[in-house]
């Protein structure tokens, strides 16, 4: 069964450095959306991206948060200059469809820990 | 936004059904009701989802009221993996999912 990969499984930075978390979607899906969980906290919508481009995204996602798809197949996540405050699960995930179904295929998740 | 409702925490006994119950008052004519899981920090999961009949897969079966205000997710017989943490969302048009805090099942041996 296809499904969402997304590497690293665990990244280390420090404060200020920048990381990048990557995600692969099911080949033939069209939306795909970044996630956080912070320790204990609920799942957080950060952005969804639609044809290239973001079509929403949440007072989280600041000017040190960039999506991309470089490639076609990759759809990265990208923050400048990490905080502590940016700790937590990343998690990636798609939909296959524009219309109908609304059922999101997860990733495992990155866990991002900034020291 | 459809906003749902639901308890915290529930037990269930291995090998019994587990029952979980969601509220959605303010669900529109139009807005599904769907289920995930997330089995300790895991990627969600998706379970199942419906709009106004009960809907049954392989997983879990799902029982709409009626009215479409509430609804009960039904794993029939809970086994140890099924220790999760089990949100209801309706979703929005725009597909985003907003997250409560769900329920955490635990299923005692």
């Known amino acids: 069964e296809p499904e969402v990969t997304q590497t690293p499984s665990h990244q280390v930075t420090q404060m200020g450095q920048e990381v990048i978390l990557r995600c692969v979607p099911i080949?033939?899906?069209?939306?795909f959306y970044w996630y956080r969980q912070i320790l204990g906290q609920k799942v957080e919508f950060l952005v969804s991206?639609?044809?290239?481009?973001?079509?929403?995204k949440s007072e989280i996602f600041d000017d040190q948060f960039s999506v991309e798809r470089p490639d076609g197949s990759n759809f990265t996540l990208k923050i400048r200059s990490t905080k502590l405050e940016d700790s937590a699960m990343y998690f990636c995930?798609?939909?296959?469809?524009?219309?109908?179904?609304?059922?999101?295929?997860f990733g495992p998740g990155t866990r991002l820990t900034v020291t | 936004d459809a906003k749902t409702t639901q308890p915290p925490s529930m037990d269930c006994a291995e090998g019994r059904a587990a029952n979980l119950p969601c509220n959605h008052s303010?669900?529109?004519?139009?807005?599904?009701v769907y289920w995930y899981r997330q089995i300790h920090s895991q990627g969600p999961q998706y379970i199942i989802h419906?709009?106004?009949?009960?809907e049954t897969n392989e997983m879990a079966s799902l029982i709409i009221t009626e009215d479409r205000k509430s609804s009960t997710l039904i794993l029939p017989h809970a086994t140890l993996r099924d220790t999760a943490v089990y949100y209801c969302?309706?979703?929005?048009?725009?597909?985003?999912?907003?997250w409560g805090l769900g329920t955490s099942l635990a299923v005692n041996p």
């Open positions: 303010t669900i529109s004519g139009n807005e599904y």
């Open positions: 419906g709009l106004k009949n009960n």
């Open positions: 080949s033939n899906h069209l939306y």
């Open positions: 991206f639609y044809n290239n481009e973001i079509s929403e």
């Open positions: 995930a798609s939909i296959p469809f524009l219309a109908g179904d609304y059922e999101q295929y």
């Open positions: 969302i309706v979703p929005r048009i725009d597909r985003k999912l907003i």
